[in-house]
């Protein structure tokens, strides 16, 4: 609680250095923790819980009330001597009953149990919640960076196309090369251009998913601040598992909602069980008729006070199979709870299983285009040596160009799919 309440005073207080600033990562994940409109909903709903349980300790309180009424009756009535008279009377009664239960069967023990526990997996599913946003906003956060890095490698393209034209300028003027390869020269500027405004498009349109995801307005000046590549390890496949088995709060949740719905099946059971209470009352009355000698108020409510106590059992006989099909509908929901509790391990699994895979391979795609990016490079200053000397035409040195730029783009996509994977098994592992 300490630790959300330094965290909304920090939001607070720098919320409009935020809007002038770029965003770290971390900034934008601890913004959505608070502000994500499915976290908060899942916070109210652990409220409820906790309403819940306590709902669920009061049923052990007594219930006391008052009452008081005040009736009156005209016209023709039945009389003491069984004939039938004009008559006006009016009566007037107060009082107060009081009820203690005294055993209700287990069901207030088993009852309050029920929503301890239910209250634990509503808890646990606020924390799950926060870890989807946590990793929405990872993933958001470095898509946008991506295409930044993107953006970036486009316009490093249409430099070199832009270079390269002045240079066939040169040569044409020279006479050194065909007029063809100047068009040809001038149709890739072009056709990188397109490259560059579609990547720009790219571009605002992650960091607006960024923003919608934050649920902040983007008037233009949004922007986000790139993190140091850590080069993190990648977490074993058995390791992430283990751990996660433990410390999943997803997957905790299911394991709880089980086992409220196995004490939800011993709650429906005490509908068969007989419960006991206590009953006690106060009460007065005061009695008018007319044309008879009648006490007054104070007399009659002093001679007609009275007092009751008892006690109550109830035995259930037969109550309409109620009971039956409450432990029936009890049961059925035990048997869902065990198909959500395996059905979470599955896709658990499969979601670990499969970001490890895309890391390992992310990681191998990334050395291997590492070498790649090298070896293009060198065969693209040697390509553009030997067409600027006419022993290689615009076809060769335009596919020179094309291999290095998209060796660039694959080193980029790699290693941004390893810095999201990697991140996503760390979080799943310590977590």
């Not at 074993?236 to 299911?254: C, D, I, K, Y």
Request: charged fraction near 25%; glycine fraction near 4%.
């Amino acid at each position: 609680m300490k630790k959300t309440i330094v965290l909304l005073s920090f939001l607070v207080s720098g919320l409009w250095s935020f809007a002038d600033s770029p965003w770290s990562l971390d900034s934008c994940i601890n913004y959505a923790l608070i502000h994500n409109v499915e976290v908060r909903q899942r916070l109210n709903a652990a409220r409820q819980g906790e309403l819940a349980v306590t709902e669920a300790k009061d049923r052990v309180l007594p219930n006391l009330s008052g009452y008081g009424s005040q009736n009156f009756s005209f016209g023709r009535g039945l009389t003491a001597d069984n004939t039938y008279a004009n008559r006006n009377t009016s009566s007037f009664s107060v009082g107060a009953q009081l009820s203690v239960p005294l055993f209700q069967g287990l069901r207030v023990v088993r009852s309050v149990k029920y929503a301890e526990t239910y209250l634990k997996a509503l808890v646990e599913q606020s924390e799950a919640a926060k870890d989807d946003v946590t990793i929405n906003v990872m993933a958001a956060f470095l898509q946008a960076l991506y295409s930044r890095e993107a953006l970036g490698v486009a316009r490093t393209s249409l430099g070199i196309s832009k270079d390269e034209l002045k240079r066939r300028e040169i040569l044409l003027e020279a006479g050194k090369i065909p007029e063809l390869d100047l068009f040809e020269a001038r149709a890739q500027v072009s056709r990188d251009e397109l490259t560059v405004v579609n990547a720009e498009n790219d571009s605002v349109m992650a960091l607006l998913d960024l923003t919608n995801l934050l649920d902040i307005e983007n008037d233009g000046s949004f922007d986000i601040l790139p993190f140091q590549d850590e080069q993190l390890p990648i977490p074993s496949l058995e390791e992430v598992w283990t751990n996660m088995q433990m410390a999943n709060h997803t997957l905790r949740a299911a394991v709880i909602r089980k086992q409220a719905a196995n004490e939800n099946v011993e709650v429906a059971k005490t509908g068969y069980i007989p419960t006991l209470s206590f009953n006690a009352g106060l009460g007065t009355n005061y009695y008018k008729t007319s044309g008879f000698t009648n006490e007054g108020f104070v007399a009659q409510m002093r001679h007609n006070f009275s007092k009751s106590l008892g006690f109550s059992l109830n035995i259930p006989i037969f109550d309409g199979f109620s009971t039956r099909n409450s432990i029936s509908r009890a049961r059925l929901e035990q048997l869902n709870s065990e198909l959500d509790l395996d059905n979470t391990r599955q896709q658990l699994y499969k979601t670990i299983s499969t970001a490890h895979a895309q890391a390992v391979a992310a990681q191998s795609k990334e050395k291997a285009s590492i070498v790649a990016v090298e070896n293009t490079k060198a065969a693209f200053d040697a390509m553009t040596v030997k067409y600027d000397n006419g022993r290689a035409n615009a076809t060769e040195y335009e596919k020179a160009k094309a291999d290095y730029i998209n060796a660039l783009a694959d080193r980029l996509q790699a290693s941004y799919e390893r810095q999201l994977r990697i991140r996503i098994l760390r979080h799943y592992n310590n977590n």
